[in-house]
């Protein structure tokens, strides 16, 4: 059985962070702008070599801004979790899906579906209209798999690296 649940805030998120490093460090398709805009790829191809501290950092000071939601299989161990930031603003309220891992033996197992699933149920609780998420130019198998849950792209994003 898998279980899923929100992280308290104020938890320890150090586990969660090692598994979203060491998941995501395995691909750097998965790298997009928003890892390099953080700092977790410093030219946009490969990952920090500080990858796990600078996760630790960014998960150690979650706050009512940014949320997590993880998965569990029958033996506690964790399998998944997804990374969601809130924004409220006077015209629209949306959330940004700012990461999602699951472990590669439990992929297609449809935890990843119930991550978003879980995401989205809380965002329309929360008055959100839209879901958004950025996704590596070549990871093929992520536009795919968010393609079938009813995402499409909107647009490019561009980037010109200064020297």
Do not use: C
Not at 11 to 35: C, M, P, Q, R, W
Not at 106 to 114: F, L, P
């Amino acid at each position: 059985m898998i279980s899923f649940a929100w992280i308290d805030p104020h938890s320890d998120t150090s586990e969660i962070a090692t598994f979203l490093a060491d998941v995501i460090a395995a691909d750097a398709g998965y790298i997009s702008h928003g890892e390099i805009q953080t700092g977790l790829s410093v030219d946009g191809v490969s990952w920090s070599p500080a990858l796990r501290a600078l996760m630790t950092e960014d998960f150690s000071d979650l706050d009512d801004e940014r949320s997590i939601v993880i998965a569990r299989n029958a033996e506690n161990a964790l399998i998944g979790a997804a990374v969601v930031a809130w924004t409220v603003t006077p015209r629209v309220s949306f959330a940004t899906l700012e990461d999602l891992a699951v472990s590669p033996e439990w992929r297609k197992h449809g935890v990843g579906a119930k991550l978003v699933d879980t995401v989205e149920k809380r965002a329309l609780e929360n008055g959100a209209r839209w879901l958004f998420l950025e996704s590596g130019l070549n990871n093929q198998n992520a536009h795919a798999f968010f393609e079938r849950g009813g995402f499409e792209a909107i647009s490019k994003v561009f980037v010109k690296q200064l020297k």
